[in-house]
């Protein structure tokens, strides 16, 4: 039998794919969980356990959420990364890392073919296959569900049909967990009106009382949530999640363009993100200069729009990393958030790097740093090419 090595998270989608790839094409199905951080213990074992009911020639769990952080998710902080100012690219990142971990376990197998779960519809077709493709390109790629054109109803038929007992009405959402975040996919992110029952979301509301907290950054990376030092950073964004996700915190659907050309619809919670995001990008505005804020914003678009669009192993993406981390110099301090029902609120930050330093003059009372007059000769020369423009278009009219 050939082997083929399943990328597998225990869904509708990989369950169906298990069992069409044993049953009905004949392969030695080698099933493979790439945990980005989305996964407990016990859901661990229990993924597990299904996997070895639908007959499967082995089950691996490679975790991966050290190299995550570090080859993609600090990078993103680093560049305040939102697509459309509004998704921290929970999947997408994280597809990056689950794509490559995959390659290099069939190589290890020595599997003649890999597998995943993707439709014909959406980006991670393409996120898959291109890193396949460039990292094993010998190996034969199987798509079942973009292959047969299946729906999720026909997904459902089949498993059923085989025997195959799982919670079908969750099923009706196709959710995916990393560390960096929640997709939420539904019929209602299936058209432009309608936002996702409560029922849908992975963490149900149960805090409501107001909550203040502060956040450590030490050269751009997060360390410390009220006075705790994380030495590992991400051991804090479990814990700023674990505070933050009860309160509904990062619940949104974001709107973009596709890979394949299509616009598309995806829920996602994300409540660390997005806090972390935006925390971060506070304190960058207080201790980075105008020119650094502004170049950041431009290379960390490309970066992110890049990134989401497959292109890791781009080695333009080591140059932009190697700027992103320059930056970070300086990026130390606290910002203190306010976590309240469905949002949160920026209060401030400390930080012995701040630019906005009262020695040097206070925005609208007062300056230390020079004189009326200074004022008035900057003005004219500031404005000396427009002005001189004006007066010739003036006198040749």
């Given at each position: 039998m050939k082997k083929v090595v399943l990328a597998y998270s225990g869904g509708l989608d990989t369950t169906f794919c298990a069992l069409h790839l044993s049953k009905d094409l004949g392969y030695e199905v080698h099933a493979v969980l790439v945990n980005t951080g989305g996964f407990g213990e016990q859901e661990l074992l229990a993924i597990e356990q299904r996997a070895h009911a639908l007959g499967v020639a082995s089950f691996r769990q490679l975790d991966v959420v050290q190299e995550y952080y570090q080859e993609v998710?600090?990078?993103?902080?680093?560049?305040?990364?939102?697509?459309?100012?509004?998704?921290?690219?929970?999947?997408?990142?994280?597809?990056?890392?689950?794509?490559?971990?995959?390659?290099?376990?069939?190589?290890?197998?020595?599997a003649k073919a890999i597998a995943h779960g993707s439709t014909g519809a959406g980006n991670d077709q393409v996120r898959f296959d291109m890193i396949f493709q460039i990292l094993v390109p010998e190996v034969e790629i199987i798509t079942p569900i973009r292959d047969l054109k299946l729906s999720r109803q026909e997904e459902i038929d089949y498993l059923k049909k085989h025997g195959v007992s799982m919670n079908f009405e969750k099923a009706a959402y196709s959710v995916n967990k990393g560390i960096w975040g929640t997709s939420v996919g539904g019929k209602e992110t299936l058209t432009s009106l309608g936002f996702l029952p409560e029922e849908a979301w992975p963490t149900p509301v149960t805090e409501s009382d107001p909550k203040e907290i502060k956040l450590t950054f030490v050269q751009g990376e997060i360390k410390g949530i009220d006075g705790v030092t994380y030495s590992n950073p991400v051991d804090a964004i479990l814990k700023l999640q674990s505070l933050a996700a009860p309160y509904g915190i990062g619940r949104d659907i974001h709107v973009g363009d596709t890979i394949i050309g299509i616009k598309g619809r995806v829920g996602f919670e994300a409540a660390a993100p997005l806090i972390l995001i935006k925390a971060h990008q506070l304190i960058e505005k207080h201790t980075l200069t105008k020119w650094q804020l502004y170049w950041k914003k431009q290379l960390s678009e490309f970066y992110g729009n890049h990134l989401h669009e497959g292109h890791f192993l781009d080695p333009v993406m080591r140059n932009f990393e190697t700027f992103l981390e320059s930056?970070?110099?300086?990026?130390?301090?606290?910002?203190?958030?306010?976590?309240?029902?469905?949002?949160?609120?920026?209060?401030?930050?400390?930080?012995?790097?701040?630019?906005?330093?009262?020695?040097?003059?206070t925005y609208g009372e007062m300056n230390s740093g020079y004189t009326g007059e200074d004022v008035k000769g900057f003005t004219r020369i500031l404005g000396n090419q427009t002005s001189i423009f004006h007066k010739v278009k003036k006198s040749n009219d």
């Open positions: 998710i600090r990078f993103l902080v680093y560049g305040n990364v939102l697509k459309n100012d509004t998704y921290p690219l929970s999947v997408s990142a994280e597809r990056i890392l689950q794509a490559k971990s995959i390659a290099e376990y069939a190589q290890s197998i020595g930056t970070q110099a300086h990026v130390t301090g606290e910002v203190e958030v306010l976590l309240q029902p469905y949002r949160f609120t920026l209060l401030g930050i400390t930080s012995n790097h701040d630019l906005m330093s009262a020695k040097f003059g």
